[in-house]
């Protein structure tokens, strides 16, 4: 499986003299992603160590918290854009280097499309989550680029080595679920651990001050539906509706409709007195659990003593603590509840204000990093978990378990960095000189390589020889190259892509459309008969589906509809937002790869279908017609495992629908039907949440599952007992990142 | 978009690195002051890796001008300071990047001559680092920081290979943040309030509500009481048998008369948690090996008024084990996580906190009587009270690290030339040893020619020159290896492949490796200055062609 390491010719294959073989530094241009821990130690490295061209994408602003290791920051760059600042501290230490900054998110902004990639030699992943890491992969992937991931966490990092075909791609070996999910019912009804009231209250406060469109956004009244509570639904619906009706609907309309005017207190008896009297009356779920205590506002601002609190008067109290790190009485957190909640009502109200007039959104983000936010968080939990009969959290563990902190410190990310420019270098000394063909000559003394500096033996460092890609990869197989589509995602709506792309132009009956990030997500379920329509009226950035996300289509045999033909069929799809597409039923198919593999299937056509065709070299002769269905029928063939079945099935199917197909090379449109002339612009107005939503098909179940807000994880500490682990994040200070395990490989 | 308010900027700033050294470890570091002897890239990147997590104080020693040689490897340089003093221009940057740390730097006289003088004082630093520094002043400083007993780190770049080596003449490890441990619960030697508390539950008749909310470690525990009582023994179950038992009599437990049939079938996590944690709850509690080594080391035996707190703090574990704690180090205290309501937790948490509390207690007392002994004592109470805790928690895992003396080294090193002649063959990789001994020659080369071997300015237009004052050197390396080492018998020992690739290098310094030494350098520091985590014991070899690390012991 994996490659061979030939130690005795690794000396000649890496020279410190400028007759070395392959590409020098200079010559060669990087493509940093991610400018925070490990990206500020990768550009002062790579300058250093000659590198004249660098690319930086960083999507966030400098905080406080980075400053213990993001060296090219000062506090006076709290604020600023981290890329812009990284590289002027770069140009003034090193001011003949060509290095530009770009401020924006590497998925979703169109600046970051396949022809920008295509200029740099070498890509480096510094960065904090799995989805940007996904995208990356993806994107060199498609491009061929060599790619080396990065990444810290405490005393651990990493730094391997991705080169389409020849190594493991970022997600050949699946990713453990990053999100921990808990069921609904756990969350709103029958909390156990401090971690679910935690999840509780960060749910409250999106329900109160955040985005109402999210489609993640959920409930936290007590739910009705528990399967537990159901041999006595009845009796309670019928006592409920009639004394607490207000249970029926979300908090957030309940502060919206029922509340006169906001009050502190009146929200306080909502949460954690009638609706606490409310679950009290599903009995059901208290045979075997202990009863939780309903507390109102006068009563628990009585609750001055110490009384829950045997962890902090025993821990020993001649230790110094932070008071962060303190457990506090409840009644400070009653205070502590009412004064946040006041503090961000009026913040709430000051963004609503702010954003008639400006592109501010209309809502409030929870941010670990801010002090209301966390006090809110805290003081919510920390009542519900004294309801509950739960232990206590401090509010700093409180920001670990909540703000997916992931501990971070200058000398890792100094030796990451150090050794990913190594890495650096020694691929490009691989890669041919002067040819644009980036194929590394030879990986024999590429490895991957894992640190913990922690280890009682002392051995920092261990190499993992390369390993061969995982045939069934779904992101780097050859067999299964997505067809990529180019639509605008904010007109372009889920009936459209199912009904007039999938079904329509690919000639899929009736497939499940998956979300391919890991999380094998269903958008589509075939098993629905009867769509929802509004859901299928809503455009895709209401999915939060984003630029370069991959839908696999997939059909399964069904022997009741005798469909033999499509049987066990796949089609990838990989989206592309677009704003110069201004028709909502509007979509292109680019793939540069298809256009040269067509030539392939015209081959094959001919033997198969006996065609005398005479241009048998120039695709451009062809007409659209021929063109696209060619391109069915290759996607098909590339997907289906029984290849004898597909040449015939479209005609069943009448003539193709082309009315708003077209097919582009990819960048420069090749050929036309006269519609368009396909531009490209570097703008791109809808920065999408990165995750993407569950689809509402299983929504109604109650005991689905909450897939957690990103950046919401139990156990921050530092895992030290793996041997080997893929560290996924260098950084903690991006909400969007969500996912901090390390996980052995 | 950030809003910075709240907790103080410090607190925000360090929050990502107290999360793995905690508070106190913070504050170690912020009183810690490191000394760095050459402020080249290598030195920076380790003073670098120092000032952001918030060191204390830094000194910089090096009489050294900026050239422009350092400006293409060194971060904290620019072309515009050329022929400015190093130690002072490297200084200011390394300042500006936290505010918090002091730095000053000595320019005049240089590191030798400091050392004839042998005025400058050595022992205030916590930690004394030398980046690149030439053999013949180190092993000078590492005599005279012996004699002083100052940590040494000693770092070092040469092309494509980076060395640390630590000099301790006894460093102490008191948090050692071991990979996994076992908590420290003592079924096998339960503490009384323990058993107080559960006999004090009546098994047989609890209530529904009792049984579900039960924590595991008290079933286990009450398990073990009955399976002690039907097989008459006083010890935990060993054999598979024994536990087979031990099992049945948890599920009999399980058992409540309380739930009706359909009931039984539903798991109880508490249950379910008691019998998922026998590994790790059903083990006997004893002193491990290497505390009582400790126990029996000479320092520890020979206790004086000069010796180091950490022995009077060992001396007073070792009375209590003798005494109050029957054969057991004190409880440690913390109890794991477990499925049941607060109040239930909150009694386990207090009756092992309540123990440690005592234990720590009487080891204080020890302690102080010990000082007094010893005319120790001061009124710093508060603090030593503090500490005796950290001891007490972390008693299992204390350790003290020895290393030999720099002047020792050529001793030890030919014992590994011989090893190597045995065992190495020249098909395989060599071991990573022979850079490092390949590297003592490099120094034995400069003393004879205050130079390094390749180490020439680069004649541009004659290129054969160069080659040949290569060969040249590589010829001159092999002859001092030969008088050194006896390198024709030894052939397994030094190849000529590395002396070759040695000379190559010309003690260049490459940046990257220089970041990866940098940062491995500050770490051991910061193990040092914190007493946390165990320290590289204690040469590290790193070779970047291959991209691996080992560790000799010296």
Redesign the interface.
């Known amino acids: 499986m994996a490659t061979a ?1 030939n ?2 010719s ?2 000649e294959n ?1 020279n ?2 400028d007759t070395s073989i392959g590409k020098l530094p200079e010559e060669s241009s990087v493509l940093v992603v991610g400018a925070g821990g490990i990206g500020c ?1 990768l550009l ?2 790579l ?3 000659r590198f004249r061209s660098i690319g930086v994408i960083d999507l966030d ?5 980075n ?3 993001q ?1 090219l920051f ?2 006076e760059h ?2 600023q854009a981290k890329a812009t600042v990284a590289c002027d501290s770069i140009r003034r ?1 090193c001011p003949s280097i060509h290095i530009e900054p770009f401020h924006g998110d590497v998925i979703t902004d169109s600046r970051f499309d396949i022809s920008f990639y295509k200029q740099y030699d070498l890509v480096i992943n510094a960065l904090d989550n799995v989805q940007a890491r996904q995208h990356v992969n993806r994107m060199c992937l498609l491009c061929s680029k060599p790619l080396i991931d990065s990444g810290s966490t ?2 651990n990092g990493q730094a391997t080595l991705i080169f389409k075909g020849r190594t493991q791609c970022y997600d050949c070996i699946e990713k453990p679920k990053q999100q921990r999910t808990y069921a609904v019912c756990t969350i709103r009804n029958t909390p ?1 651990q401090p971690i679910h009231c935690i999840v509780w209250a960060k749910f409250l406060y999106n329900q109160l001050f955040g985005d109402n469109d999210d489609p993640n956004n959920e409930d936290v009244t007590p739910d009705a539906d528990d399967p537990e509570n159901a041999y006595n639904e009845q009796e309670t619906t019928t006592t409920t509706t009639t004394t607490n009706g207000h249970h029926k609907i979300s908090t957030r309309d309940w502060v919206h409709t029922e509340l006169e005017e906001f009050h502190p207190i009146s929200v306080f008896n909502k949460l954690f007195f009638d609706d606490i009297n409310y679950l009290i009356t599903m009995k059901n779920l208290w ?4 009863q939780p205590i309903a507390i109102q506002y006068e009563q628990a601002f009585q609750l001055n003593e110490l009384h ?1 609190n ?2 902090n008067n ?3 109290s ?8 303190r457990i506090q009485s409840i009644s400070d957190y009653v205070q502590m509840f009412i004064d946040s909640l006041n503090e961000l009502k009026q913040r709430s109200d000051k963004q609503r204000k702010l954003a008639a007039s400006s592109k501010e959104p209309p809502f409030l983000i929870w ?1 670990k ?4 936010d ?2 809110f968080v805290t003081a919510s939990a920390n009542l519900r978990s004294y309801i509950f ?3 206590l959290t401090s509010k700093f563990d409180v ?2 378990m909540a703000g997916n ?15 990913t ?3 650096a ?1 020694k691929i490009l000394s691989s890669l041919p000189r002067s040819s644009t063909d980036h194929t590394l000559t030879s990986l024999k ?1 590429l ?1 991957n ?1 894992f640190i913990s ?9 261990q ?1 993992i020889l390369l390993e061969e890609p995982n045939p069934s990869c779904i992101q780097c197989s050859d067999l299964e190259q997505p067809v990529r589509v180019r639509i605008n995602m904010s007109l372009f709506t889920l009936y459209s892509l199912y009904e007039r792309l999938i079904r329509k132009h690919l000639k899929m009956n009736k497939p499940d459309v998956i979300i391919a990030d890991g999380s094998g997500r269903i958008l589509i379920s075939a098993d629905d008969d009867e769509e929802d329509e509004q859901m299928m009226l809503k455009t895709l950035d209401q999915f939060k589906l984003m630029n370069g996300t991959i839908l696999l289509c997939e059909e399964e045999y069904d022997d009741k509809t005798n469909e033999a033909l499509y049987q066990h069929m796949k089609i990838k799809l990989m989206l592309e937002h677009t704003d110069t597409i201004t028709d909502k039923d509007e979509y292109i198919i680019v793939d540069d790869q298809v256009i040269g593999e067509i030539k392939q299937i015209k081959q094959s056509l001919k033997r198969k279908l006996s065609e005398d065709d005479d241009d048998d070299d120039n695709i451009q002769h062809l007409d659209d017609y021929q063109n696209e269905l060619n391109i069915v029928k290759k996607t098909k063939k590339l997907s289906t495992t029984h290849d004898e079945h597909n040449n015939n099935n479209n005609n069943n199917n009448g003539p193709m629908h082309t009315s708003f197909v077209m097919l582009v090379d990819d960048p420069v449109p090749t050929h036309t039907n006269g519609h368009h002339t396909h531009q490209e612009t570097s703008e791109n107005n809808t920065k999408n949440h990165i995750q993407i939503c569950d689809d509402s098909s299983t929504s109604n179940d109650s005991n689905s599952c909450v897939i957690l807000d990103d950046d919401i994880q139990t156990n ?3 895992v ?2 793996t041997e080997k682990h893929e560290i996924i994040a260098d950084d ?1 200070d991006d909400d969007d990142c969500y996912c901090t395990d390390i996980t052995e490989l | ?7 103080d ?1 410090k ?7 107290l ?2 050294w905690g ?2 470890g913070q504050k170690s570091l912020e009183v810690g002051r490191v000394c760095l002897i050459g402020a080249n ?1 290598l030195g920076t ?1 380790i003073l ?2 120092l000032v ?3 060191l204390g104080s830094f000194t910089i020693i090096d009489h050294q001008l900026v050239t422009l040689a350092d400006c ?4 904290f340089v ?1 072309p515009s300071m050329i022929d400015q003093s190093r130690a002072r221009v490297t200084c200011d940057l390394l300042k ?4 918090d740390v002091h730095g000053t730097f000595v320019d005049k006289p240089s590191i030798d001559d400091l050392l004839k003088q042998n005025t400058f004082d050595f022992a205030q630093f916590s930690v004394v680092i030398t980046a690149n520094l030439p053999y013949n002043t180190l092993t000078i400083l590492a005599n005279h920081l012996w004699t002083l007993k100052v940590p040494l780190i000693i770092a070092r770049t040469y ?2 290979i980076g060395t640390i080596r630590l000099q301790l003449v006894e460093h102490f490890i008191l948090e ?5 441990t076992i908590p420290d619960l003592r079924l096998d030697r339960p503490l009384k309030s323990f058993i107080n508390h559960c006999n004090s539950l009546d098994f047989d008749n609890l209530t ?2 009792e049984h ?2 039960m924590p595991s470690l008290i079933i286990l525990f009450k398990t073990l009481q009955q399976w002690q009582k039907q097989t008459n023994r006083t010890d935990l179950p060993r054999i598979r048998k024994e536990k087979d038992e031990f099992k049945q009599i948890l599920e009999q437990l399980s058992h409540h008369s309380a739930y009706d049939a359909n ?1 039984i079938n ?1 798991s109880l996590e508490n249950f379910d948690e008691a019998k998922r944690t026998i590994p790790s709850r059903l083990v006997s509690t004893v002193i491990p090996s290497t505390i009582n080594d400790l126990f029996q080391d000479r320092s520890c035996l020979e206790l004086s008024n000069q010796s180091n707190i950490f022995w009077f703090i060992i001396n007073a574990i070792k009375l209590f084990t003798q005494n109050e704690g029957h054969g057991l180090l004190p409880v440690r ?1 913390d109890v794991p996580d477990m ?1 049941t ?3 239930s ?3 386990l ?2 009756i092992y ?2 123990q ?2 005592k234990d ?1 207690d009487i080891i204080y007392n020890y302690l102080i009587d010990l000082l007094k002994k010893h005319n120790r004592y001061s009124n710093e109470q ?1 603090t030593l ?2 500490l005796v ?1 950290i001891y007490c928690k972390n008693a299992s895992f204390l350790k003290v690290l020895r290393t030999s003396s720099m002047k020792n080294d050529d001793d030890l090193l030919k014992k590994y030339i011989e090893q190597l002649s045995f065992e190495s063959s020249p098909d395989e ?1 060599e071991p990573e040893i022979c850079w490092y001994i390949g590297l003592r020659l490099c120094d034995s080369f400069y003393e004879k020619f205050n130079r390094y071997p390749g180490e020439f300015p680069l004649s541009i237009n004659e290129m054969d020159t160069d080659q040949r004052q290569l060969e040249i050197d590589l010829n001159d390396l092999k002859q001092i290896g030969k008088q050194i080492i006896n390198l024709d018998k030894q052939q397994g020992a030094v190849r000529e ?1 590395i002396l070759e ?1 040695l000379t ?2 010309g003690a ?1 310094e ?11 350098c ?2 051991e520091a ?1 193990k040092l200055i914190t007493h946390q ?5 204690n040469v ?1 070899v ?1 070779n ?8 000799f012991k010296f």
Do not use: W
């Open positions: 390491l130690s005795s690794t000396m890496i410190l003299s130690e002062k490295s300058a250093l160590c602003t400098i905080e406080v918290s400053l213990n290791r060296f000062r506090r709290v604020g230490l405490g005393y156990s045979e075997k659990r202990r829950q045997g962890q025993h821990e020993n001649t230790m110094p603590k932070l008071n962060d790190q941010d990093n801010d002090d209301a966390l006090r009969g739960i232990n920001k670990s902190i992931i501990p971070a410190v200058a000398t890792t990310n100094a030796i990451v960095a150090g050794i420019v190594l890495q270098r003394q490895t390589v500096t922690n280890r009682s033996t002392g051995a920092i460092i190499s921050s500490k530092p030290n007992n903690d | 978009m950030s809003k910075t308010t709240g907790p900027t607190q925000i700033q360090y929050d990502r690195q999360r793995l508070d106190h890239a990147e670098k890796a952001l997590p918030g293409g490897s060194n971060f620019h500006q990047l936290n505010p092309g494509f050692a943040h071991p990979d996994d529904r509500e579900l909310h009931d539903r205290g499925i309501n607060t109040n937790y909150v009694k948490v207090e906190q309540e440690a509390k720590c508060a009270h503090d805790h990789p492949n690739e190559r290098y260049s490459l940046h990257s490796i220089s970041a990866f030494i940098g940062g491995c500050a770490q910061i985590y165990v320290p590289i014991d590290l790193y970047g062609i291959r991209q691996s690390t080992s560790v």
